[in-house]
């Protein structure tokens, strides 16, 4: 009779080891739920590199600022954006004009979000700058922004962070143009 009767202590443990595994069946459920929405984001985010300003500043240097506006749908997931490191160069890719980062910016996830960015040109890539605006009609270069952005996703147990391309093409008018 002894053994057909399970003691409390035993009914305990079993009740506890039975709330354990449905507890981490519903947050395995939820964890992956939130890594499918922040992998969904990812594959629809998108960048648009728009430069807002060039201003020759001495006779060797320029001042470039750019704004890249990430779009895609709103994440379901809490996210942030931080934008890495960048090279600029001519749009075929012939002309490296330099290495450029951000100052540990992070901002946000969330469709519009805007990140300023500024380079100042200088020394050899500034007389690279200089040959390819002589050479293009009415000195209008097209320039190819590339770049990296981190996306991080706070996930129930930390950070998660995915390392996406962003590139960009745009139009530096001609000299003088602000």
């Not at 507890?23 to 960048?47: D, K, P």
């Not at 004009?97 to 910016?105: K, P, R």
């Amino acid at each position: 009779m002894k053994s057909e009767i399970l003691s409390w202590r035993q009914l305990t443990g079993r009740s506890l080891l039975a709330a354990s595994l449905l507890l981490s069946v519903v947050l395995l459920g939820l964890t992956e739920r939130n890594y499918a929405a922040f992998r969904e984001t990812l594959r629809h985010i998108q960048f648009e590199i728009r430069l807002v300003e060039f201003q020759q500043i001495e006779s060797q240097r320029a001042l470039l600022r750019w704004h890249a506006r990430a779009s895609g749908p709103a994440p379901k997931v809490p996210s942030s954006l931080e934008l890495l490191d960048w090279h600029l160069r001519s749009a075929d890719g012939s002309v490296y004009l330099g290495f450029y980062t951000t100052s540990e910016i992070e901002v946000a996830l969330a469709p519009g979000v805007e990140i300023p960015l500024e380079a100042v040109v200088e020394g050899n890539n500034f007389a690279k700058l200089r040959r390819l605006r002589e050479e293009s009609p009415g000195g209008a270069v097209p320039l190819r922004f590339d770049g990296a952005a981190r996306v991080v996703f706070r996930a129930p147990r930390g950070k998660v962070s995915k390392i996406i391309p962003v590139v960009g093409v745009f139009t530096l008018g001609a000299m003088g143009e602000r």
